[in-house]
């Protein structure tokens, strides 16, 4: 049987740890959104090959081709993609090339890291605004096929783009701040 203080020690001993010590509530917070996001992208992942398994049992074994598959892949595509892209700024697992970066000296590679963050703001900031033009110009014009407002296509473009700022500035904040070096 283990004393409280034990159990005390094996809970901190469990606790989330970056490299310059325990996670805030904010990092939490943030790397279980991005977590979120990842998951909801891989259970899409597999209802999209659900949904194509069907289209082809529909069109070569029933002879009766399901015509909503292929509308309804194209914005579980579009899903997937984006929130994997606001997951990959977060866990900075996006697309980059940085052996240049990592190869300068510290401050200009801060610099660097501070710059890449900024794009990737401004970027997330065209895409939201982008994005919420094409919410509201689609609203009463359905998909093909599915019946769904084209809305739907062009919502997660909002979402992903205020995640990508969100993570962006938080990323340069915690390392002006030095709580955060990637």
């Known amino acids: 049987m283990s004393s409280y203080s034990d159990q005390l020690d094996d809970q901190v001993a469990q606790a989330p ?11 939490r917070t943030l790397d279980g959104i991005a977590h ?3 998951i909801v ?8 090959i659900i949904t194509f398994g069907w289209l082809v049992f529909g069109r070569y074994v029933l002879n009766d081709t399901p015509t909503w598959v292929e509308q309804s892949s194209l914005v579980i595509v ?14 900075n697992s996006h697309l980059s090339i ?13 610099v660097m890291r501070h710059l ?11 895409m939201a605004w982008q994005g919420g033009y094409l919410v509201m110009e689609n ?3 359905p998909i093909p096929m599915i019946g769904f407002s084209e809305s739907w296509r062009a919502a997660l473009l909002v979402i992903c783009g205020v995640l990508m ?4 500035c938080v990323n340069i904040v915690q390392r002006l701040l030095k709580t955060r070096e990637v």
């Open 78 to 91: 579009v899903y997937i993609t984006c929130l994997g892209a606001a997951a990959g700024v977060r866990n």
């Open 165 to 168: 700022v969100l993570f962006s």
């Open 98 to 110: 940085d052996f240049i970066r990592e190869g300068m000296p510290r401050l200009p590679r801060t």
């Open 116 to 126: 890449s963050d900024l794009f990737v703001a401004c970027f997330g900031v065209f």
């Open 41 to 48: 992208a891989g259970v899409l992942m597999v209802f999209l």
């Open 36 to 38: 979120l996001c990842i």
């Open 139 to 141: 609203l009463n014009r």
């Open 17 to 27: 740890v970056s490299e310059t010590g325990p996670q805030s509530l904010l990092d």
